[in-house]
């Protein structure tokens, strides 16, 4: 399995970016896909998950309220939306996939992509 993140860059406070997240994977809808960030001196931490079907997401309170995680399994494709971003935002975020469990915690993911870095100017 192989994971290819896009769609980081610079943006001011305030601002969006969407991410996309592409899976090589026969059966994509059997794991559950995680986002993780992780910034400079820290761990890598939770930012949304979304189950295989689609049907059950969730945020770490970090993000939620400004943050949309979605998947399109036609596509073999997850997508993070992050809106009004903040420069504690600022990290290389992450895609994960997990055949078992939710994909919430990053001991469970099974696959990861190589990241793509997210900076918010202030």
Do not use: H
Request: aromatic residues 10%.
């Amino acid at each position: 399995v192989q994971l290819v993140e896009s769609g980081g860059g610079l943006v001011q406070t305030g601002g969006s970016l969407s991410l996309s997240c592409a899976a090589s994977v026969r059966t994509f809808s059997n794991y559950a896909m995680g986002w993780f960030r992780q910034a400079p001196g820290k761990e890598r931490e939770f930012v949304a998950a979304i189950s295989g079907s689609g049907v059950s997401t969730r945020y770490a309170d970090s993000v939620k309220g400004r943050s949309t995680i979605s998947r399109d399994n036609a596509k073999n494709t997850v997508y993070l939306q992050m809106n009004s971003l903040k420069p504690e935002d600022t990290a290389v975020y992450y895609c994960g996939a997990a055949l078992l469990g939710t994909a919430t915690i990053a001991t469970s993911i099974d696959y990861w992509g190589q990241g793509t870095q997210v900076t918010v100017s202030s």
